[in-house]
C-alpha cells in the first residue's frame, strides 16, 4: 500500500526580532528545510523588525521526512548572513494537529550540535563463546553528513561507545559520504555489566585546529541486541538532545501556518468502483433534478473542503477524458436552479469552484502567456499610482514636473494615465489571445453560454450569456492573477506596497470589465470614475472576444483519457539556466557554464542559446532516470542541479544546470521529476557531487560508473497546479471526504426511508378511502426512492474501502511486528 505525504506551510509573519544591522534594524528572510533540503526562501524584508512575508508552499514527500525548520537570517551586502534563530517541528508534532497548526512560536538559538543531518550504515552483531562476549560493529559507510568545514565537506570518522569502553574509525578527509568498510571490536566482559544501557555510536568532523565537531550519534539498546544478534541497516543521525532555548522570546517570534496530510494509497482496483460510480452520472444522462452520488458528494461536503474536492474531481474527470461534460453537467444544474440571473454563480457551490480549479489545471500556462510580460512591466517600473484622494501621499511620489512641488491633480492625472496604459495593454494582449486559449476551456465556455441562453431567453437578459462565461474569465481568473501574482506563478514573491497598489487598482478596472460596466457608478469608489469611459469602450470587444472565444466545435478531440494536465506539445517551465560545458578545460569547470534557454514539456527538454534561436538540442524526457540537486563544493557553486537520461545502449549521461536562486532550482527540480514521474527504472541513488580529478567529489570514489552514494528523491514534487494525475490519490481524497460525512449520508438516508414509509402508508389509505391521486407524491416517491439508492451505494463503497485500509494496515502491521528495522 502506497503512502502519500503532503506538506503544506505558510509562513505569515515576524514580530519583535532583534537587531543585527548597526542601523539598529535587520533585513530578515526566512529559510526552510525539510530534515536537511532547503526547499524554500521568502523574500527578504529590508530595514523591518516586524517583517510580513504572507508565502506559501506545499510539498509532496512520498518518502515521509522527519523535521521541518524554518530559519530567520539577517541578510548582509559583505560577508556571511546571520542567523537570528530557528523554528524546528517534529513531523509528530504537526501530525498531532489534526486542523493544522496555527500560532506564534519564539525563535530558539542554533546549536551547531543539533544541527546533524544524514544516516550511517552499519552491521552490530554480538559474538559469544564459552569465555568472552563480544560485541563487534562492521561500519560501512555514511550518506548526506553536515558539511562543517568551509570547504562545504567534513573531515568524518566514527566513535564506537558502551560503558567505559570505545574504539575509532580511521578519519575519511574531504567528504560527506565517508566509505570506511572497518569492523571495530569491545570486549564486553571489561564493561561490567553487559545485560543493560545502550551502545552509542558517534559520528565526529575531525579538525586540526580546535575541538571536533559533533555529526550526529545513534544508540542501540542492548537489549535489542540480544533479541537479534544480528542488527544491521541504515540508522538516521540524530542530535546530542539538547533541549531547545527560546531565549525568553528575545530573538522573536514567527507566525506560521502548517498542515500534514498522510494518506494510504490502495491499489487501483479497490478505487474502480467509486470512481465508475461518480462517472455514471456525467455519462448517463439524466434529469436535471435527479439525484447522483455527485450532488450527495456536494451535500456531505464542508465549505472549507469544497475548494479541495472541486480541484480533486477536475483531476479525475481529466483523466477519464470527461472533464468537459463533467462541468456541463454541474453547470447545467447550477443554471437550472437559478431564477434571478442576478445570482448566476454567486454562490460557492460546487459548479463555482470546479470552474474555477479547471481553469487554473487547464489555462495557467496560457494565463502566463498573457500577463506574464505585463506584471514583469509593473513590477520593473514601480510607479506611484494612486486615484484615492486620502491615500495620495505626495512624499511618496517622484517630482512628475519641474515647476514646483507635486499636487495631488497632477498625481490623478498621471496615475489615470498610466492605468490607462496597463489596462489597454491587459485588455490588447486578452482580446488577442483566442487561439492561445486552451480548446478545452472553449468548448466548457461554448457549453455554459448555451446552458445560460436557455435558461434565461428573454430580450432583457441579452447579457446574462456574456456576463457568465466573463464572471469566470475576468473576475475568478485574470483579476485575481493580477491582484496576487505570486499565488499565480507569474512571480516568485509578492509586491511591495507601491506595486500592489498598482495591481489591486487594474485588479478593480478589470472585474468593471469582466462585468460589462454594468455597475460603475453604483459603488462607493467613486474615485475611480477617470477610469469608466476606457472599462466602457472596452465592452464591445469584450464581447466580440468572447463571441470568438465559443467559436468552437464540441468534437474537437480535447476529451481523451490522459495521465498529464497538459497535452505533448505544450511548454509547462521555460527561462534561461546556466548550462555545465563537460568539455570545459579541467581547471576551470567553475566556469564552464554557459547561459542557455530551456523549455520543458511532457515529452521533451530542450535548449538553445536565446529563445529566438532556431536550432535546439533536446533530451527526451521518457530517458530521464533521476533528477537530483548537486553539493556546492563540486563546482564551487550554489544552486547547481543535474539531469541524468540513459541512452538506448544504456549508458548514463549528466547534464549539469545553475539555477539563480533556491526557488528557481526548487521549481526545475519539481517541473522535471512531474514529467518524467511514469519513468520506468528510475535510478535509487546517484552521486551528488562531480566527477574530477579522477575521482567523485563527494565520496571519493575513483569509479566514474561507481554505484551513486545517496539516495534519489525523485517523487519530491511542489505541489501547483501542474501536478500529474493520480487516479488513486484523488479517489482517496473523494473516499475521505465521504468517510467524514458519513453520518450525513445516514441521517439521510434513515429520512428518506421514513418518508417512504409514510407516502406508502398515505397512499394505502388513499386506496381504501378511494381517493384519485395527484400525482405529485408519485413523483415525490420516485425522486426519493432514488436518491436513497444513491446514499445506499455511497455507503457500501465507504464501507468496501474502509474494510479495505483495516485490512491492509493489518497486514503491514503483521509484517513490521515480524521485524526489527533500524530507525
Not at 530557528?86 to 506564534?104: P, R
Not at 515529452?603 to 529563445?611: F, G, I, Q, R
Not at 566527477?691 to 501547483?720: M, P
Not at 487516479?727 to 471526504?737: G, L, R, S, V
Amino acid at each position: 500500500m502506497a503512502k502519500n505525504t503532503s506538506l503544506y506551510f505558510r509562513i505569515v509573519e515576524g514580530r519583535n526580532l532583534p537587531a543585527k544591522d548597526v542601523s539598529g534594524t535587520s533585513d530578515p528572510y526566512c529559510i526552510v528545510k525539510v530534515d536537511n533540503e532547503i526547499v524554500a526562501r521568502t523574500a527578504t524584508v529590508w530595514k523591518n523588525l516586524n517583517p510580513f512575508w504572507g508565502e506559501e508552499y506545499t510539498l509532496h514527500l512520498p518518502m515521509g521526512f522527519h523535521t521541518l525548520t524554518f530559519y530567520v537570517m539577517d541578510e548582509d551586502t559583505i560577508g556571511h548572513d546571520d542567523v537570528i534563530g530557528k523554528i524546528s517541528l517534529s513531523k509528530e508534532v504537526i501530525a498531532n494537529q489534526s486542523k493544522g497548526l496555527d500560532n506564534w512560536l519564539n525563535l530558539t538559538r542554533v546549536d551547531p550540535d543539533e544541527e546533524v543531518q544524514g544516516e550511517i550504515h552499519v552491521a552490530l552483531e554480538l559474538h559469544r563463546d564459552a569465555q568472552t562476549t563480544c560485541l563487534r560493529c562492521h561500519i560501512v559507510e555514511a550518506r548526506d553528513l553536515a558539511p562543517r568545514d568551509i570547504t562545504g565537506t567534513s573531515d568524518p570518522f566514527t566513535r564506537i561507545l558502551y560503558n567505559n569502553l570505545s574504539a575509532e574509525t580511521s578519519i575519511i578527509k574531504k567528504t560527506r559520504f565517508p566509505h570506511w568498510d572497518e569492523t571495530l571490536e569491545l570486549c564486553l566482559d571489561e564493561a561490567g555489566e553487559a545485560e543493560s544501557g545502550s551502545v552509542t555510536l558517534e559520528v565526529w568532523d575531525w579538525d586540526m585546529v580546535g575541538k571536533n565537531d559533533f555529526l550526529g550519534k545513534v544508540e542501540i539498546p542492548m537489549s535489542c541486541l540480544h533479541r537479534t544478534p544480528l542488527l544491521q541497516g541504515w540508522f538516521r543521525l540524530l542530535p546530542l538532545g539538547n533541549s531547545e532555548d527560546d531565549a525568553g522570546g528575545k530573538l522573536g517570534a514567527l507566525r506560521l501556518k502548517v498542515r500534514l496530510a498522510e494518506e494510504r494509497i490502495l491499489p487501483s482496483l479497490y478505487y474502480q468502483p467509486l470512481i465508475d460510480l461518480l462517472v455514471e452520472a456525467v455519462i448517463s444522462p439524466t434529469e436535471v433534478d435527479d439525484p447522483t452520488p455527485l450532488t450527495l458528494l456536494e451535500e456531505v461536503t464542508t465549505v472549507e473542503s469544497r475548494q479541495d474536492i472541486a480541484m480533486t474531481l477536475v483531476k479525475i474527470f481529466l483523466g477519464q477524458g470527461l472533464v468537459v461534460p463533467f462541468l456541463d453537467y454541474l453547470n447545467t444544474r447550477e443554471v437550472h436552479h437559478t431564477t434571478d440571473p442576478n445570482t448566476l454563480f454567486r454562490s460557492n457551490s460546487l459548479a463555482s469552484k470546479a470552474m474555477e480549479q479547471f481553469m487554473k489545471a487547464v489555462g495557467m500556462i496560457y494565463l502566463h502567456e498573457v500577463l506574464k510580460p505585463i506584471i514583469n512591466r509593473i513590477f520593473e517600473e514601480k510607479k506611484y499610482i494612486e486615484l484615492d484622494p486620502c491615500k495620495i501621499d505626495l512624499n511618496r511620489c517622484r517630482r512628475i514636473s519641474f515647476k514646483g512641488s507635486v499636487s495631488e491633480e497632477e498625481v490623478r492625472e498621471s496615475s489615470v494615465g498610466m492605468l490607462q496604459t496597463y489596462l489597454n495593454s491587459i485588455m490588447e494582449a486578452i482580446v488577442n489571445s483566442v487561439s492561445q486559449c486552451p480548446l478545452a476551456m472553449r468548448v466548457v465556455f461554448k457549453q455554459l453560454h448555451k446552458r445560460v441562453e436557455e435558461q434565461f431567453p428573454e430580450p432583457e437578459n441579452e447579457d446574462v450569456k456574456y456576463l457568465a462565461i466573463s464572471g469566470f474569465f475576468f473576475l475568478r481568473f485574470f483579476a485575481p492573477a493580477i491582484l496576487t501574482p505570486k499565488l499565480f506563478h507569474l512571480r516568485d514573491h509578492h509586491a511591495d506596497t507601491r506595486t500592489s497598489r498598482t495591481l489591486l487598482l487594474l485588479a478593480k478596472a478589470l472585474q468593471s470589465v469582466g462585468n460589462l460596466g454594468l455597475q460603475l457608478g453604483h459603488g462607493k469608489e467613486q474615485w475611480m470614475a477617470p477610469l469608466h469611459p476606457i472599462i466602457l469602450c472596452s465592452v464591445a470587444s469584450i464581447k466580440d472576444f468572447l463571441d470568438k472565444l465559443i467559436d468552437v466545435d464540441h468534437d474537437s478531440g480535447c476529451d481523451v483519457p490522459q495521465r498529464a494536465v497538459f497535452l505533448p506539445s505544450v511548454t509547462v517551465k521555460e527561462g534561461f539556466l546556466q548550462k555545465h560545458k563537460a568539455e570545459g578545460p579541467q581547471l576551470l569547470k567553475r566556469f564552464a557554464f554557459k547561459k542557455r534557454y530551456f523549455w520543458l514539456s511532457s515529452e521533451m527538454l530542450s535548449y538553445a542559446k536565446t529563445p529566438d534561436w532556431q536550432a535546439r538540442s533536446s533530451v527526451p524526457i521518457q530517458c530521464v532516470c533521476a533528477v537530483e540537486r548537486v553539493d556546492e563544493n563540486a563546482f564551487q557553486l550554489q544552486n547547481v542541479m543535474q539531469v541524468i537520461t540513459r541512452d538506448p545502449e544504456g549508458q548514463l549521461h549528466t547534464m549539469y544546470l545553475q539555477c539563480k536562486n533556491v526557488n528557481e532550482l526548487n521549481q526545475w527540480l519539481s517541473a522535471i521529476r512531474k514529467a518524467s514521474i511514469y519513468n520506468e527504472r528510475m535510478l535509487p541513488s546517484f552521486h551528488p557531487g562531480a566527477h574530477r580529478g579522477n575521482k567523485w567529489t563527494c565520496c571519493l570514489q575513483s569509479e566514474r560508473s561507481a554505484l551513486g552514494c545517496s539516495r534519489t528523491h525523485s517523487a519530491v514534487t511542489l505541489g501547483d497546479w501542474s501536478d500529474p494525475l493520480d487516479p488513486d490519490a484523488e479517489a482517496q481524497t473523494i473516499y475521505k471526504e465521504l468517510l467524514q460525512g458519513r453520518d450525513k449520508l445516514r441521517n439521510r438516508k434513515q429520512y428518506l426511508e421514513t418518508q417512504e414509509t409514510e407516502a406508502a402508508a398515505q397512499e394505502e389509505s388513499a386506496v381504501k378511502q378511494r381517493k384519485p391521486s395527484d400525482g405529485v407524491g408519485t413523483s415525490v416517491q420516485g425522486r426519493n426512492e432514488r436518491l436513497r439508492a444513491v446514499a445506499s451505494r455511497l455507503l457500501d463503497m465507504v464501507l468496501d474501502l474502509e474494510r479495505a485500509h483495516a485490512s491492509f494496515q493489518h497486514r503491514e502491521s503483521e509484517e513490521a511486528s515480524s521485524l526489527i528495522l533500524p530507525s
